[in-house]
């Protein structure tokens, strides 16, 4: 199925991720990265604070002690280390993404598109970038009107002629360059 603004293919939501919910993946990412450093910080403070060392064997050592005293809480921590470096790595790229406004298949495969070959240099542009304030504001939805105010886009998923939406917003920003002259 053709899915607007398409960014990914996600296994845990087991939908695409496109313009319709990519808020709500970024806020569901971040809600987990969150959720798995309290459980890390948790843990971690149950071993340490709460529950001391009280094995005499292992007196000395306290990675040996929290092994000996609380086996399933410390393969608990090494499951959320892996889970956090998993899972913050997906919310740093995306919000690198949303920063400069492409998707997370063009930042993978800009190489392949030829609308992000910069011919003069022999490098690679974003034609997309136009700040990190307006592209978080676009990514949400909002974006500075013709009329000068921010407000809502139009729905791309029922836009059907760009062409003419295209035309009539480049009208408008003739005619605010012309006012603002």
């Known amino acids: 199925r053709c899915v607007a603004r398409f960014d990914h293919y996600c296994p845990w939501i087991s939908n695409d991720v496109g313009l319709g919910n990519q808020v709500f993946f970024l806020l569901f990412v971040m809600t987990a990265s969150f959720a798995s450093s309290s459980a890390l910080v948790n843990f971690i403070r149950y071993v340490i604070i709460l529950y001391p060392n009280k094995s005499p064997e292992y007196s000395n ?93 139009p729905n791309w998923m029922t836009c059907t002629d760009l062409y003419s939406y295209n035309k009539m917003m480049n009208e408008k920003e003739q005619e605010n360059e012309n006012e603002n002259e």
């Open 61 to 153: 050592s306290l990675v040996m002690g929290a092994i000996w005293e609380h086996p399933v809480i410390c393969a608990l921590i090494i499951l959320d280390i892996i889970a956090i470096s998993f899972v913050g790595s997906i919310f740093l790229v995306y919000v690198y993404c949303i920063q400069m406004n492409m998707t997370t298949n063009e930042n993978l495969n800009h190489r392949r598109y030829s609308h992000f070959l910069d011919v003069e240099n022999g490098g690679y542009r974003n034609p997309f970038y136009r700040g990190k304030w307006r592209n978080f504001l676009e990514f949400i939805g909002m974006e500075k009107l013709p009329n000068g105010k921010f407000g809502r886009k």
